[in-house]
């Protein structure tokens, strides 16, 4: 009965099914665990019961494997595993700091070399999009794959039974940051400081009439973690140029804007409610760039958006 409730809470996750064994875990390669959180008390009943976990692995890889914590919202000793556990948090639906997708693919690499039977183990709550980021990057940084397309699309099909690994626009486009990071040469170790960026204009193009309202803003975030920025278009009194024959939405910062390094999102705002918003960080972004609705955070399956909808974002470095 409980495997059955399980299996139901893993959705299109393919599950470890052998012997005894029935957990929300899957193998992307031979060195590579994906898998659910490691849960215990009264969440072990839906989830993966840490005490199984644990047992698997001792069994499969004895002392030879290391454990990945991605959960922001909840966590476990380091001893839990015998002292093999690095955490990286982020939260859900949203990219990591770029910064640790680096660390984590160093450390993660290092381990792995140490020893050809050596496996890291991955996981975040559901053990699929945050995890399905840094398993791609992974397999990138390691060469598995020389393309992020790749690696997303390998992730994908050992992950899932319908091909859906990484669905978040903005986490996928990390795992493509990263293959640039990689092809630029930029210095693996530390300290890496993104190249300063300045975002100038935002416009939406093709815009559901709905949104031609003053109460619509924009507001610049950096990602947790990082120092603290929070500006908001009214704060700055800029009043988007509105276009109804071609339902076109303009922001024309200028320079009201400061010179920014690191990751920020740029969200689209009514009512206090997040409408569409988009991850970027300054070392990547160019100084022209449109995105179509795939590519944008929480409308890219609206159907309320058409189709043809764009964001397009002018920055200066």
């Known amino acids: 009965m409980l495997n059955w409730v399980r299996g139901k809470v893993s959705l299109n996750k393919r599950r470890l099914q052998e012997g005894d064994y029935d957990l929300d875990l899957s193998y992307v390669g031979d060195s590579i665990i994906a898998m659910g959180y490691p849960a215990s008390g009264f969440e072990s009943l839906y989830r993966n019961d840490f005490s199984v976990v644990r047992r698997f692995l001792n069994e499969r890889h004895g002392d030879k494997y290391w454990v990945y914590n991605l959960c922001s ?28 997708i680096r660390q984590f693919c160093n450390h993660a690499k290092e381990f792995l070399d140490k020893d050809p039977l050596n496996i890291v183990v991955v996981h975040c709550k559901a053990g699929k999009g945050r995890t399905g980021v840094m398993i791609g990057a992974l397999l990138v940084h390691i060469r598995r794959f020389p393309h992020a397309s790749e690696a997303l699309q390998f992730y994908g099909r050992k992950r899932t039974h319908d091909n859906k690994g990484v669905t978040i626009p903005s986490q996928r486009r990390y795992v493509f940051y990263y293959e640039q990071f990689l092809q630029l040469g930029l210095p693996l170790q530390d300290p890496f400081v993104a190249s300063p960026a300045r975002v100038t204009k935002v416009v939406f193009k093709n815009v559901p009439k709905k949104f031609f309202t003053r109460s619509l803003h924009i507001i610049f975030k950096s990602i947790p973690g990082d120092p603290k920025v929070e500006i908001n278009s009214n ?58 609705k795939p590519d944008i955070d929480k409308i890219f399956k609206d159907k309320t958006f058409p189709d043809d909808f764009i964001m397009a974002v002018y920055s200066t470095k």
Request: some cysteine; charged content about 30%.
């Open 235 to 292: 704060d700055l009194k800029i009043v988007p140029d509105k276009d109804h024959e071609h339902k076109t939405l303009t922001f024309d910062f200028g320079d009201k804007l400061p010179m920014y390094s690191g990751d920020f999102r740029i969200a689209a705002v009514k009512g206090g409610t997040n409408i569409w918003y988009m991850w970027f960080n300054s070392q990547f972004i160019l100084p022209e760039e449109e995105f179509t």
């Open 73 to 100: 919202e909840r966590s476990y000793d380091k001893s839990a595993f015998d002292g093999r556990v690095n955490c990286y948090p982020f939260e859900d639906h949203n990219p990591p700091k770029f910064d640790m």
